[in-house]
């Protein structure tokens, strides 16, 4: 797996990307990270702040902004923001009670012009927990298909397996370069 593999498919004119990773606490944004630096994922504490990531390959780097999810750590999201190419944001499958707020973040998130016509790329966490819901459900209760303003997807995937986040990168570096 690796995300260096992916940055050899990227266009050779597109030398850096920076990428912001949102999403409620606990949806498995720095487990995601983790995974996809071929880090250790067996102790991971919630985000007090953000974590940085920097991937570099052939002359490619891919710089990954995770950002704390708690409540009180959501109103520093917008300092953020600036010169972002694409957003990731990360959603909890298996919490049912928490997705109609994860939504509300989403829209808010969508709604700034800093992070405007932006790829966005979904992660519908955690599905291989069994109450998770699945992806295409997701999409609908949050009402994806109204976003219009820029290029999207939404990723089933399971962050302690690794399942799904080969694809969902590489969907997000294909779509980089056409902000």
Known sequence: M???SILKKMKKDE?????L???????GKTTILKKLSEEDISHIMPTQGFNIKSLVHDGFKLNVWDIGGQKTIRPYWSNYFESSDALVYVIDSSDRRRLEESGQELRELLAEDK???IPLLIFANKQDLLQATPADEIA???ALEGIKDRTWTIQA????AGDGLQDGMEW????????
């Not at 995937?157 to 302690?160: F, N």
């Not at 997000?172 to 902000?179: A, E």
Request: charged share 25%.
């Open 140 to 142: 609908d209760v949050l």
């Open 115 to 117: 992070l405007g016509g």
């Open 172 to 179: 997000l570096i294909t779509n980089c370069g056409k902000k």
């Open 2 to 4: 690796g995300l260096l």
């Open 157 to 160: 995937c399971s962050a302690k």
């Open 21 to 27: 990773m949102l999403g409620l606490d606990n949806a």
């Open 15 to 19: 030398k850096e990307a920076r990428i």
